[in-house]
Structure formats: structure tokens, C-alpha cells
């Protein structure tokens, strides 16, 4: 049986942990406007000479540019994570409408090598969330 390696970033994820261990996930969630990179703003415009948009550290970006899988608020993501770890266990879904399952198989099934039976295009419904990664075309 595979375990599933699961990275929840919060506000801020900054340094060699963003640039590592934050985005070796097989699913990488993130905090609605979390402040996730490797530096700071004033060190990127020190560094390449040019201010960099604030917005491009935010969680908000990153998902749209397909380096995070969902973003969930903290009070949705003890049921969210739990969906998560019963799909890739291979168990019943708990209740609930945090996180649906849809019909393709996910990136992170694919890097631990399982073979789930189940389906995996994960999504955050209402508030709580955007799309992951897995319903972008491509994935």
C-alpha cells in the first residue's frame, strides 16, 4: 500500500522549504492567500533588479500556474484532508462536500506509483477552495 505524501503550506511558506520539501507533495495544499516562495519581495527586486507583482507569491497564483493542487481555508481542512487520505487508502469517502472525485488519474498517484481503483480529479467546492491542478488541460 502506498502512503500518500501530503504538504499543507501556510502563510508564510518562505526559504529552502518552499523550494523543497513544500512541493514534493503528492497532493500540496495551500491557505487561501498564503505567501508561498523561495524569497521575499525585496530580495527578488534586489536580486534581478525589477519589483516582482506581489500577487505572483500568493497562493492564488501558484494555483493557477499549477504549482499547488488545492486551497483550502483551515477550518475546511481537517475534512479535506481526510477525503484526501481515504482516496488514496482506497477507502469510502467520509461525508461531506469539501472535495469531490472526478474521473482521471492524478499526478500524485502517478509519482508514488499506485494504482488506485478509484478516480482522482480533485476539486474544492465553495469558499473553501479553487480547482486543482488535475482538471487544467494537460494534466
Not at 504538504?7 to 526559504?15: E, F, K, S
Not at 477525503?83 to 508514488?112: C, E, K, W, Y
Amino acid at each position: 500500500m502506498c502512503l500518500p505524501y501530503i504538504a499543507v503550506l501556510t502563510d508564510p511558506t518562505m526559504g529552502s522549504g518552499s523550494a523543497s520539501v513544500a512541493m514534493l507533495g503528492d497532493v500540496v495544499i495551500a491557505e487561501p492567500r498564503a505567501r508561498i516562495s523561495l524569497a521575499g519581495p525585496r530580495v527578488i527586486a534586489q536580486t534581478l533588479g525589477q519589483l516582482v507583482p506581489e500577487e505572483s507569491q500568493r497562493a492564488e497564483f501558484l494555483l493557477a500556474h499549477g504549482q499547488l493542487d488545492l486551497i483550502v481555508e483551515r477550518r475546511a481542512l481537517k475534512h479535506t484532508l481526510g477525503r484526501l487520505l481515504a482516496f488514496f487508502m482506497d477507502q469510502p469517502m467520509p461525508i461531506g462536500n469539501s472535495v469531490h472525485v472526478g474521473a482521471s488519474t492524478s499526478r500524485g498517484q502517478q509519482r508514488m506509483g499506485c494504482a488506485n481503483s478509484g478516480n482522482s480529479d480533485f476539486s474544492v467546492s465553495g469558499d473553501s477552495g479553487r480547482s486543482s491542478r488535475g482538471s487544467e488541460p494537460g494534466s
